[in-house]
């Protein structure tokens, strides 16, 4: 019985929307008849029901429905449904029309009452559905009076769209919008004036007494956000933003929902647009292997690869908690993807050749590593045994599982290396690169730089300093960074793998590079403080292994250009496979002696052109940064 309540009173509206439809359709009917025979003096009597009435109610009542006339909602009433009505009023017509001929050849139906029908008939059924809406937001207007005050900055689509779900939502009260466009200056946009430019909104915040800005300029580049973004801060205000459309669709915000100003927005990275036909393509129904599954690039990379199409996801993590809470992550996401995780460390053989055997993968991405560069520093035995063995013990286990395609995660720091991490990692690129000359397994190498908010990166050292009081620690003044967001790295690892050749080493476009100094007052301000006053920054010198400034480029790697513009193809330089097989086999040795002094060494001899810093006279620490070359200047 409560069902049958419940379901009678979520129909009752539409019934009753229903009936006034139809009541307004026999009342033009009837009007109009009554106007037109009105000025004859012998005028034929109009009955108020007849079959020619109740033909014209089942006709129109047909069209309405086929057209969807009540699939929208009062409450939201707007162009849309207007459009609707008088699509359903001008087909309602003919239908109206091929009815009644078929029925008595329209023989006293005059023509001035088909002419004016569609139009009367629009405006009958359209103004009631207005008025409601108007009368709904004037209620929550009203109600809205203790609510928050808010300056909108930015009166576009986006600010538009955000005045209609504020007004729903009754919490906010929007009070103006502030554009830099002249043409909107005095206009309205959904009721709500254009106040003035953004740059004026320290004086426009004080007289309309707002007590929140919003940013509504989700497409606006990180320069233009950047100026917004101080603007705001004069003000004293608090100040979100509209999520972009990509988070929304990727799920890193919600519709609707406002975000705090992140510091990868105002970092001048512009969006990736990668081939997503030729990635899911490639990616498309296969099984796929994950190293270091639970760190931020693993844990993405699986995201990616299970949103594009794969349809098995392994994997291969030694930290416990990582592998559990990114499997759950990835289960409750994607149910519909097949998941294998293996425990253990993957340079470890028996776990590696269990692993491969049990997920049979098409593709291996290796993005198990040490990346803390002073720590490894003092660390050589685990960043060689981690970092280069293991990378040429899953290599080594890929090929002679005959894996389709090994990808491996390498960095900007093997370009030059004058550090460990540099060096353990252009080993283990080249170790691949001898495989790819001796087995059929197709080798991918990716280079890119910091990954904003990864694990151990600057970003969140610095919002733990913050929130602790200060300091924030930089290391020297001039010090600078590449950085890219996790999503955009991942993307660009699927793509470069994705491109098809056999041997290959992909340098990634990082932007513009970032001075850790800057970097660091944008979070303070971003904070709601500022640097020097309530936050200090302190300056702690450059730390074991680390230069003032990274290289894109090798100068032995001739670069060409790609089919996506923000991928270089490097070419390799040479390696011997019987040298590189004997230093690694050295190296395993002395690894398992835990001969540092040996290791040194050998590290040495086998990345001839690793140079740690301050070590050599010739060093000196550069101060040009190379820009990633303009597509139209790269060599072919």
């Given amino acids: 019985m409560s069902s049958w309540r419940d379901r009678w009173k979520s129909g009752l509206p539409r019934v009753a929307v229903v009936a006034h439809d139809l009541a307004m359709v026999w009342i033009v009917w009837q009007a109009l008849h009554r106007l037109r025979w009105g000025i004859e003096a012998n005028a034929p009597a109009i009955p108020l029901w007849s079959a020619e009435i109740a033909l014209v109610l089942a006709a129109q009542g047909l069209v309405f429905w086929q057209v969807g006339l009540y699939r929208g909602l009062w409450r939201f009433a707007g162009v849309p449904d207007l459009w609707n009505i008088l699509k359903a009023s001008v087909l309602g017509l003919f239908a109206i029309v091929l009815g009644l001929f078929l029925y008595n050849r329209l023989g006293t139906v005059p023509r001035t009452v ?249 593709a291996v991405f290796h993005a198990a590593a040490y990346k803390q560069v002073p720590l490894l520093e003092l660390q050589l035995r685990e960043a060689v045994r981690n970092n280069s063995l293991a990378t040429e013990t899953v290599a080594r286990a890929c090929c002679l599982a005959d894996v389709g395609t090994f990808v491996l995660i390498s960095t900007d720091k093997a370009v030059d290396p004058v550090n460990v991490l540099g060096a353990t990692k252009r080993l283990a690129e080249m170790a691949c690169q001898a495989l790819a000359g001796q087995f059929a397994t197709r080798f991918v190498t990716v280079r890119f730089g910091n990954v904003l908010d990864s694990a151990g990166s600057v970003v969140p050292l610095f919002r733990e300093q913050i929130r602790a009081g200060g300091p924030v620690t930089v290391t020297d003044p001039e010090v600078t960074r590449f950085f890219m967001t996790i999503p955009e790295a991942c993307q660009l690892i699927l793509q470069a793998s994705a491109l098809g050749t056999h041997e290959a080493i992909y340098t990634l476009d990082m932007g513009e590079p970032v001075p850790i100094r800057l970097l660091a007052e944008q979070m303070i301000r971003l904070a709601g403080k500022h640097p020097g006053r309530d936050i200090a920054i302190v300056y702690t010198g450059l730390r074991p292994g680390e230069k003032l400034h990274e290289t894109l480029f090798h100068a032995d790697e001739r670069y060409r250009q790609t089919t996506h513009p923000k991928i270089l193809q490097a070419e390799p330089r040479d390696v011997t496979a019987a040298h590189l097989e004997s230093s690694i086999g050295q190296l395993r040795e002395a690894s398992s002696r835990y001969d540092l002094d040996l290791l040194n060494t050998l590290l040495r001899m086998a990345v001839p052109e690793f140079q740690p810093v301050g070590t050599h006279p010739d060093y000196q620490e550069s101060a040009t940064v190379v820009a990633f070359p303009a597509r139209n200047a790269r060599k072919v």
């Fill in 114 to 362: 088909l002419v004016l029908y569609p139009l009367v008939l629009m405006g009958l059924l359209g103004a009631p559905r207005l008025l409601y809406r108007a009368w709904k937001d004037s209620r929550v207007d009203s109600a809205s009076k203790s609510s928050v005050r808010i300056l909108i900055l930015g009166a576009g689509h986006a600010g538009e769209a955000l005045v209609r779900d504020l007004r729903r939502s009754g919490t906010y009260q929007p009070v103006g919008f502030l554009d830099d466009a002249v043409r909107l200056r005095g206009s309205k946009v959904q009721g709500v004036p254009v106040l003035g430019r953004v740059q004026d909104v320290a004086e426009i915040a004080r007289e309309t007494a707002a007590k929140l800005l919003v940013i509504a300029m989700p497409s606006a580049d990180a320069n233009a956000l950047q100026r917004v973004v101080v603007s705001c801060e004069r003000t004293g205000l608090p100040f979100r933003m509209v999520p972009k459309l990509q988070d929304v669709l990727e799920g890193r915000s919600l519709p609707g929902e406002l975000k705090e100003v992140a510091i990868e927005d105002l970092l001048g990275r512009k969006p990736v647009l990668p081939d997503w036909k030729a990635i899911r393509g490639w990616l498309g129904a296969r099984s796929v292997l994950v190293t270091g599954a639970g760190g931020s690039i693993g844990s993405e990379l699986c995201r990616q690869c299970a949103r594009h199409g794969a349809r098995r996801i392994t994997l291969i993590e030694v930290d416990e908690l990582a592998l559990t809470t990114t499997e759950a992550a990835l289960k409750r996401d994607f149910p519909d993807v097949e998941y294998i995780s293996v425990l253990g460390d993957c340079g470890d053989p028996a776990v590696i050749a269990h692993a491969l055997k049990r997920a049979e993968p098409d």
